[in-house]
């Protein structure tokens, strides 16, 4: 093991913010069954209502628009799953074979679900540009009359591109269809009011922002359809079952009343390593490639693709290097197709295995990035020597 | 708030044991994703092992036959919609609408679930004697030949009565059928041999033994028909996506391996003081019944009714002088309904509103019991003199 430890996958997982580690050690003896009527019970239930407090509060939602999930893949799959809930009286389903519509280059926890629903429902991919944008023409072209929701994420988790998700719910809206965007990447990194994108369905996540894991939360417009994904006890006002994680919902809570204090200095603090590391790339090694929109991007995501070599191999000598990146996402990973999203953007076939995100977070420092940028420029020619790479290069 | 605290609800959940809650806090840092390729992902991964295999080891399980999930309720929803599951290649699927079978005393976890496939599958649902106890006679005669799936839980949570899960998987196996447990109650209060019992999956819960909320595991056996519930990324072998609760696993992990050392001089334990507190209450209080079977009971669990009186107002006196009970399963509290599980015992109406769930614990000791006795016995006599009860009696 390498004695330098530089984490730089902050968009596969965060570690816990110190003073959510307190938080949660703090209420560890917190108990209770949230549902019991006793002292114990109602303890627990009050903790977790401060915590749904302040995750409405980040997102200008009221705190009942708010239901907790074991994880934001579970958020996501509740939205999808509404369309072919077997139940009758799930008030999204219509008497015509639902259609949604939703982008390449969502997480596998869309994608996945998608492709598993499309018996019941028609499912649309809408492509995407280099940059790694959705085109709002391609979107209403899409629109069909059974069209009942349509998906977009916010911010992309491998390449960090952005999406318009004010402008793609005007139109989704006027059209008469609901709206969901996967928020996981992008909550607490950017900010985002629900009021004003007037999405029906967002998701999130505690431990991309310094929080636990194993739970996310689901955003539900008041009045907007819904069905259970999990059923069982009243949980949630019905809307999910299980007793609740009262340690991960507090963490989540306070990570992101956190985030809330520190995140528009850690955006300008993000950007400037963000340019920094670009640059020292740029500048040190050839042939390679930035991915996804440079400037709608999240301020701690740089994802650079390397002509003629492995994506994988990088890593693992960065791994050696004490130096943690990502291929794609962590979901993902140990697979040895290129990244669906990469691919979705287009690159050429010569970079598309070298492609590597570096994530950004809280505690990484310019020191960090120093030692990336040298570590990555020995790194990359090391794997070229073992190429043609350098003779083709000087022909 | 009164000082005393004597929590006997904890079958609703328990608190965590303390070297469970040290190993959580020792491994915090702990923060890499799983699934990373890195060295802070290996690390993570390592420790979700170790759990997954202490899990498999208390149930006689290969650690490739756990997977987690967020809550028992996850678990159990998992089993049963994979009946209802949209996708084409799903293997527990027939041409013929398939048939369940599952019992009146579920938990609504299975219930709900259960009503809200009941358009795609046919479920049929077997009563219970006045113990709580399935016939398997009936069993017999409802197993028809499209019954897919046998779902009956292995000790009631309001009840305790524990159910004859060999000889039911016996019957079912024979017919060709799967067989699910719910042994979220069950599992960690008594042994649980998988290989033994023969079941295809059989669900678990860490917080009712000493470990955190929010995680759940799921058995299945090698070679059962499996399809996804939540879907997305590769975690659990394509099983479960999300990413892992990592430290909700480690909790779990290290709850079941003390449970192997403690379980069994508990349960000696928890039945001298189950009799104690029983012989207690029926020697003070008159027209008193005890609902289930107290010979096949789980040692922990004593459900008691007593005549004329309303549950919530017993449990909200003994709130007040400190004692935590309930009147049912924590998630159906606040409603007004009479237990599902105590009407299918058929229990006379003049008892079904004033049944008590108390469950004991590892902190239980006869000195609460004591003061349980005595307070019960102060606090049923004043609500009856609220009532005509008393000369009733006397007549």
Redesign the interface.
Known sequence: ??KT?I?L?NN?????HPRV?KK??NT??V???P???????REARSLIQNARRDIADFINADPDEIIF??????A??TVLSML?????PCTIRSEQKPHVITTEIE???????A??????AEVDYLGVDELGKIDLKELKRKLKNNTILVSVMMANNEIGTIQEIKKITEIVKQHGSLMHTDAVQAVGKLPADVKDLDVDYLSM?A?KIYG?????ALYIKNGAPFCP???????EKGRR????????IIGFGEAIRLRKEEMLSEEKRLKKLRQKLKTGLENNIKKIKFIGDQEDTLPNTLNVAFYGVEG?SI??Y??NA?I???TG???????TKPSHVISATGLEQEYIHGSIRISMGRNTTEEDIDYTIETFTKVIQKLRSFTTFNNETEK
């Open positions: 093991m390498p430890k984490y996958d596969a997982t965060t570690p816990l580690r949660m050690i560890m003896d108990f209770g069954n549902s019991s009527l006793h002292q114990f019970g999930a074991g994880s934001g893949s579970e996501n799959n072919t809930c077997p139940s009758k997480h596998p926890c869309i994608l996945e679900t492709s598993c629903i499309n018996q019941t996540s431990h636990p894991k194993g739970i996310g994904f999990i059923r069982g006890g009243h949980q079952a299980g007793t609740e994680n009262t340690m991960g994988e890593l693992l960065l791994d004490g943690a990146v990502s996402s962590a979901c993902s990973s140990g697979s």
